[in-house]
């Protein structure tokens, strides 16, 4: 970008290289504005004959454009894009969604370009009108030859971002306790509410059982037949791994473990199975409380029925510690 001060009269398709305030210090035009024949007029009643501007030379694009080019390969869902102010462009999701973020493709593009891109956690919860992502350019202009090879990596590797949709997914729910399933109910079920109210759901199917293999296997086999989105065991016993009960009642329904053990505190006895594609998730003790916890983080990828992988739980230890 080339720098210079002009008359305001020929000042027209300029950009701004500072704000413009009036005299009394309320805000006229902001940093990055491409002058428009209204704003010289505006301008010129303001008294100002000139103006510091600056004009794109060969082989550069206008932040703008930039952003927009950039927006427009980095994601794909449920989401607008919406330009805002000082060369930047936001990602807001239109509907309920889980946010999932490439992260080593983010940490490329953002240590090598001169256009960077912030977004929300991966497998974050997104409610619709709120911001998922904002892409930010360097002043005024970038090298058009570092865009095309931003926007190559794009076209090549991403999405960078997915804004899965979350559209009335059913949940199960089965309760189980030794002695009466109904007592794991009664303790759990209000905290399970607040839980599911988080993300805008609620529990399509409920069951409770006493915690015997061939009771939690019955129950799983009924839950199942539903096509849920997620089944969520609410045990009032704490598992030592798959061996146990409702671990031999998944192995008994022909589900097999993806994950037991979350770098997550709390939850780290979580136990992750899947029969097909419906996800089935223990984790004892995280029912007992409405603070968040490890059902807090895999709950929003599940709903929006996407796979969540034994190696993405391993990755949740990075921010994992919640209380």
């Known amino acids: 970008m080339r720098a210079q001060t002009v008359d305001v009269k020929s000042s027209n398709g300029r950009v701004l290289c500072c704000t413009v305030f009036r005299p009394g210090g309320k805000k006229l035009l902001a940093k990055g504005h491409v002058i428009s024949d209204d704003d010289i007029r505006v301008l010129e009643s303001e008294g100002m004959a000139s103006i510091w501007v600056t004009e794109l030379e060969e082989g550069e694009v206008g932040e703008d454009d930039a952003v927009c080019a950039v927006a427009s390969e980095m994601g794909c869902g449920s989401f607008e894009i919406r330009l805002a102010a000082g060369g930047r462009a936001n990602l807001q999701a239109t509907e309920k969604c889980c946010v999932l973020v490439d992260d080593e493709l983010l940490k490329q593009i953002n240590c ?49 971002l997915q804004a899965r949709p979350i559209r009335n997914p059913a949940v199960g729910v089965l309760y189980t306790d030794p002695l009466n399933g109904d007592r794991a109910r009664q303790l759990f079920e209000n905290i399970m509410h607040q839980r599911l109210e988080r993300f805008g759901v609620s529990a399509s199917f409920v069951l409770s059982c006493t915690e ?112």
Request: proline residues 7%; hydrophobic residues 45%; glycine residues 10%.
């Open 112 to 160: 090598a370009a001169s256009v960077v891109i912030a977004t929300a956690l991966n497998f974050s919860f997104a409610m619709p009108g709120q911001r998922i992502a904002t892409v930010k350019s360097a002043p005024f202009a970038v090298s058009r030859t570092q865009l095309d090879a931003v926007v190559g990596i794009l076209k090549e590797r991403g999405p960078i």
């Open 212 to 323: 015997d293999e061939a009771s939690v296997g019955r129950c799983m086999q009924q839950l199942l037949r539903s096509k849920p989105a997620v089944i969520m065991i609410a045990s009032t016993t704490a598992p030592a791994g798959p061996e146990d009960v409702v671990g031999r009642a998944m192995e008994k329904v022909g589900g097999h473990v993806e994950r037991f053990l979350a770098p997550v505190e709390p939850g780290n006895l979580l136990l992750l199975s899947y029969k097909d594609d419906v996800p089935m998730i223990s984790a004892p003790g995280c029912f007992r409380s409405a603070k968040a916890n490890v059902v807090d983080l895999v709950l929003p990828p599940l709903l929006a029925r996407y796979r969540v992988s034994g190696w993405e739980v391993g990755c949740l230890g990075h921010g994992g510690l919640l209380g």
